[in-house]
């Protein structure tokens, strides 16, 4: 099965930073890459879904960009709702393995 | 607005079975993909099942042959049966529906699968 790894598992980061989440698939899965924001005792939240395509409703500040096995989530100006756990996932077959989670916290 | 609504967890010695059910609204859970998906304590998420529109089934390896996922279309409602509980089943359990989309990529049509809306969990604690 393909695993997922991102990086790095914990960032700190104050309100109108730039922040870059990194996940990596142990092979290629094209552009088959969604990510999510979870805050605390919340469900998931869909962000990007096809590597780089933008949720409806999702604010412009996010970003997402790669394929293959290397993929990047990024923040351009951080908010303060923005503090979370970021989760990537493999979007192409089962068992859509997620990626360990990015906890962002605030510097 | 689409809602989705998890109930049946509990605590239950390991061994013991359970029912999940997702009930929805504003929203055709069989005219939709849906799925399970779990997150144990202070974890990351772990894909459980889906059940397909056409009825088909998929099950993690780690949940296959005791789990099962169905659906009742009268009260649009999903289920997941669980059986021979282990203390590493114990979770928040999330229904979500599995959306899809298609890009043109190298000269032929691809399609893509995303969570899109999910319900607020169950907890399921397997202890005795």
């Known amino acids: 099965d393909i695993k997922m790894t991102q990086s790095p598992s914990s960032l700190s980061a104050s309100v109108g930073d730039r922040v870059t989440i990194s996940c990596r698939a142990s092979?290629?899965?094209?552009?088959?890459l969604n990510w999510y924001q979870q805050k605390p005792g919340k469900p998931p939240k869909l962000l990007i879904y096809?590597?780089?395509s933008l949720q409806s409703g999702v604010p412009s500040r996010f970003s997402g960009s790669g394929s293959g096995t290397d993929f990047t989530l990024t923040i351009s100006s951080l908010q303060p709702e923005d503090f979370a756990t970021y989760f990537c996932?493999?979007?192409?077959?089962?068992?859509?393995?997620f990626g360990q989670g990015t906890k962002l916290e605030i510097k | 607005e689409v809602q989705l609504v998890e109930s049946g967890g509990g605590l239950i010695q390991p061994g013991g079975s359970l029912r999940l059910s997702c009930a929805a609204s504003?929203?055709?859970?069989?005219?939709?993909?849906m799925s399970w998906v779990r997150q144990a304590p202070g974890k990351g998420l772990e894909w459980v099942s889906l059940?397909?529109?056409?009825?088909?089934?998929d099950y993690a390896d780690s949940v296959a042959g005791r789990f099962t996922i169905s659906r009742d279309n009268s009260k649009n409602t999903l289920y997941l049966e669980m059986n021979s509980l282990r203390a590493e089943d114990t979770a928040v359990y999330h229904c979500?529906?599995?959306?899809?989309?298609?890009?043109?990529?190298?000269?032929?049509?691809?399609?893509?699968?995303?969570?899109?809306?999910w319900g607020q969990g169950t907890l399921v604690t397997v202890s005795s």
């Open positions: 979500a529906s599995l959306s899809v989309y298609y890009y043109d990529t190298s000269g032929f049509t691809a399609a893509g699968y995303y969570f899109d809306y």
């Open positions: 504003g929203f055709t859970v069989s005219t939709n993909s």
């Open positions: 059940l397909s529109s056409d009825g088909t089934t």
């Open positions: 092979q290629s899965i094209s552009g088959y």
């Open positions: 096809g590597a780089s």
């Open positions: 996932q493999q979007g192409y077959s089962s068992p859509f393995p």
